[in-house]
């Protein structure tokens, strides 16, 4: 399994309560929250690529 890649965002205290918040209703981490949503947004656009076959 590929290692997740990780970085740091700044993000407004009211929003970061918010994500909290939703996180929380949906059992998930903040961490599994963000993934989530921008997973979700990547697949409407219509930019989620392709997973690649594993390699033999």
Do not use: H
């Amino acid at each position: 399994m590929p290692k997740k890649k990780s970085f740091v965002i700044r993000i407004d205290p009211d929003t970061m309560e918010a994500l909290e918040k939703w996180a929380a209703d949906e059992f998930r981490s903040v961490n599994g929250q963000i993934e989530w949503l921008i997973d979700r947004a990547l697949k409407e656009a219509g930019r989620k690529p392709k997973k690649k076959p594993p390699e033999s």
